[in-house]
């Protein structure tokens, strides 16, 4: 395999999907958007042919199908297991459309970049865990937290794919990382400024959830517990467009050979998210060099 074949692996587009439906493939992300839609679809075809019986039933399915941690019961948990994909279109619309769109955008990427099955169980841990959490928090606490949704999991995929990710940047170069953070702790500071500690304590939960899990299986800022065992790898930091020189273009030459040599013995796992992303950085200041 030549290095040309090699950066295209490491630059590639998201995995071979699961299935397709019309021609159209189907990955982890899109398989979870469907499942969304479709209970959607579900809830509003019933308040389309039943208003009656929904209007007469909702407070009973509102207590079922929702995860509240004053009134859950281990002896009927079917709220934990149902709440995120439960989507009343009257009552979100636009909301959902939006939560959709961010869910595509950050989950394909993600589940592109720690592999799909890392990303199914991500999925599963800010989906079931946190809760499970959050119910032990307000034991301690005495606080309450009522989950009807996915959004707030959507939004903390989001903020990990953002802060986490070697690709997004806005156009003047500012990785997006930066001010992604920028953007949670102002909302920390307005959430303790509202004293609106339930929202604040789930902020803190799932995204510390997320980091660790993230970190965990490398895919953050350090090396994670996969590659304990293994050297970390001393990269040369590049520098900023026009700031290079032949020394640096010679090291960087030998780093990138380095690390598709790497690719080739052991494979895409075997690299850390930081040689990833010396890889995408340096295709982009210097592409002939693959």
Same mark, same amino acid.
């Given at each position: 395999m030549n290095q040309t074949s090699l950066l295209r692996q490491v630059l590639a587009e998201p995995q071979r999907p699961i299935f397709r439906v019309a021609g159209v493939a189907v990955d982890a992300t899109l398989a979870l958007i469907l499942a969304h839609v479709l209970v959607m679809l579900l809830i509003a075809g019933v308040a389309a042919v039943a208003p009656d019986y929904l209007a007469s039933? @909702? =407070?009973?399915? %509102? &207590? =079922? #199908?929702? !995860?509240? @941690?004053?009134? !859950?019961?281990?002896?009927?948990? *079917?709220g934990l297991f149902l709440y995120a994909f439960i989507h009343d279109i009257r009552s979100e619309h636009v909301l959902f459309v939006v939560e959709m769109a961010l869910f595509f955008f950050s989950g394909r990427n993600l589940e592109h970049q720690i592999g799909r099955a890392a990303f199914i169980i991500y999925y599963a841990v800010l989906i079931y865990v946190t809760p499970l959490l959050l119910l032990a928090l307000g034991g301690l606490t005495g606080l309450e937290f009522r989950l009807s949704s996915s959004f707030y999991a959507t939004v903390t995929l989001c903020l &990990?794919?953002?802060?986490? @990710? /070697? *690709?997004? =940047?806005?156009? /003047? %170069?500012?990785?997006? +990382? +930066? #001010?992604?953070? %920028? #953007? /949670?702790?102002f909302c920390a500071v307005f959430l303790i400024a509202q004293q609106e500690w339930h929202r604040l304590a789930y902020l803190g939960v799932s995204l510390g959830l997320s980091c660790l899990y993230l970190e965990g299986i490398g895919a953050g800022w350090g090396a994670g517990v996969l590659y304990w065992f293994k050297p970390c790898e001393a990269l040369m930091p590049l520098s900023g467009a026009g700031e290079s020189s032949a020394e640096e273009k010679e090291w960087v030459r030998e780093q990138v050979d380095h690390l598709l040599e790497k690719i080739s013995r052991e494979g895409m796992a075997a690299l850390t998210s930081r040689e990833r992303e010396y890889l995408h950085e340096a295709s982009r200041k210097w592409p002939e060099l693959f």
């Open positions: 039933q @909702s =407070r009973e399915l %509102g &207590a =079922r #199908l929702t !995860f509240d @941690s004053a009134t !859950f019961h281990w002896q009927a948990p *079917q &990990a794919y953002l802060t986490l @990710s /070697v *690709q997004p =940047r806005w156009p /003047v %170069g500012e990785p997006l +990382k +930066k #001010l992604t953070w %920028g #953007l /949670v702790a």
